[in-house]
């Protein structure tokens, strides 16, 4: 078993790796973090692509430190581009077979206007979408 860790950059979610942590002693699964850099354009915004694949960096190696601490080695990326579609295109080259995605933090009203990573990977995912919900 493979499993796709996306990693949301300029958030922690520590319970998420809980949740993987525990998939991979069940399991045995190997553990690939994925972080998107959410630039779709490098000319429509205000600062270069390195500023967001920075972030995407830091999110990417802040998930595999919390794996590791739990014993679980992970690899990770960054790649380029919107989450919902980089995040589907990776798994899709990793052959993942679980994808597991914190859920969003954006208030109802904000993910009615703006969208939803999680939901949107439920919905476009021809692979299973694990949601780890905050634990409170």
């Known amino acids: 078993m493979h499993i796709v860790v996306a990693a949301k950059p300029e958030a922690d979610q520590p319970w998420v790796a809980d949740a993987v942590s525990s998939l991979v002693k069940q399991t045995g699964a190997t553990v690939a973090v994925v972080a998107a850099d959410e630039v779709e354009l490098e000319r429509l915004e205000a600062v270069p692509r390195s500023v967001f694949s920075g972030k995407a960096r830091e999110a990417a190696d802040r998930m595999a430190r919390q794996?590791?601490?739990?014993?679980?080695?992970?690899?990770?990326?960054?790649?380029?581009?919107?989450?919902?579609?980089?995040?589907?295109?990776?798994?899709?080259?990793?052959?993942?077979?679980?994808?597991?995605?914190?859920?969003?933090?954006?208030?109802?009203?904000?993910?009615?206007?703006?969208?939803?990573v999680p939901i949107d990977l439920l919905k476009l995912s021809s692979r299973p979408v694990l949601v780890v919900t905050h634990p409170r």
Do not use: M, W
């Not at 992970?74 to 919107?82: D, L, N």
């Open 67 to 116: 794996l590791a601490a739990a014993s679980v080695p992970a690899e990770t990326a960054v790649v380029p581009g919107r989450p919902v579609r980089a995040i589907l295109d990776f798994a899709e080259q990793q052959r993942a077979d679980l994808i597991v995605v914190g859920s969003s933090s954006r208030p109802a009203v904000a993910e009615r206007l703006l969208g939803s």
